[in-house]
T-cell receptor
Framework: KAGVTQTPRYLIKTRGQQVTLSCSPI?????VSWYQQTPGQGLQFLFE???????NKGNFPGRFSGRQFSNSRSEMNVSTLELGDSALYLC?????????????FGNGTRLTVT | GESVGLHLPTLSVQEGDNSIINCAYS??????FIWYKQESGKGPQFIID?????DKRQGQRVTVLLNKTVKHLSLQIAATQPGDSAVYFC????????????FGKGTKLSVKP
């Protein structure tokens, strides 16, 4: 089975721009979660989608949004980029969600905001 | 590869020795726990999970121990190999509507050949 695929692997953007990151989950997995990873804050939860519905959301500003398509693929969008948004963005999929089902992560998208 | 954490606790072991990585979790209501391994330039890789109705679970060369009384989780790696060098994260889940995983800060394991 192919793993979680995230594109692109690297992105460089300028402050004020917006960015869209893409995630293809493991085949058959209906839950997709997004995390932000930084050296200072570690792994922080952004949101989780299941069957095209956002089920859970972390404590990030409204500039961070996401969606899930009928084929379970997911995108996240960050608008009005700030320097502090520079991070590794990780997508993870699971069969039913984080409750008693392990998340399987992709290798992330490295976003640099200049 | 990118750094996954500054000033991470570091455990240095000799190849062939056993490793024990410890984690103190935060929420007494947490009932599901996972250990992940993250190598440089990669995403976290699932190692093993355990539910709160168990206190021990074994996998291939790994054992997870759960002590709910003191909110402590440990990962034991038998016969540690250079390929085990990575940052290890514990994660907990305490439910809610569907819950989400709360990750610890990580421990860097360095294996000396």
């Amino acid at each position: 089975k192919a793993g979680v695929t995230q594109t692109p692997r690297y992105l460089i953007k300028t402050r004020g721009q917006q960015v869209t990151l893409s995630c293809s989950p493991i085949s058959g997995h209906r839950s997709v979660s997004w995390y932000q990873q930084t050296p200072g804050q570690g792994l922080q939860f952004l949101f989780e989608y299941f069957s095209e519905t956002q089920r859970n959301k972390g404590n990030f500003p409204g500039r961070f949004s996401g969606r899930q398509f009928s084929n379970s693929r997911s995108e996240m969008n960050v608008s009005t980029l700030e320097l502090g948004d520079s991070a590794l963005y990780l997508c993870a999929s699971s069969a039913t969600g984080p409750r008693f089902s392990p998340l399987h992560f992709g290798n992330g998208t490295r976003l640099t905001v200049t | 590869g990118e750094s996954v954490g500054l000033h991470l606790p570091t455990l240095s072991v000799q190849e062939g020795d056993n490793s024990i990585i410890n984690c103190a979790y935060s929420n007494s209501a947490s009932d599901y726990f996972i250990w992940y391994k993250q190598e440089s330039g990669k995403g976290p890789q699932f190692i093993i999970d355990i539910r709160s109705n168990m206190d021990k679970r074994q996998g291939q060369r790994v054992t997870v121990l759960l002590n709910k009384t003191v909110k402590h989780l440990s990962l034991q790696i038998a016969a540690t190999q250079p390929g085990d060098s990575a940052v290890y994260f514990c994660a907990e889940n305490y439910g809610g509507s569907q819950g989400n995983l709360i990750f610890g800060k990580g421990t860097k394991l360095s294996v000396k050949p």
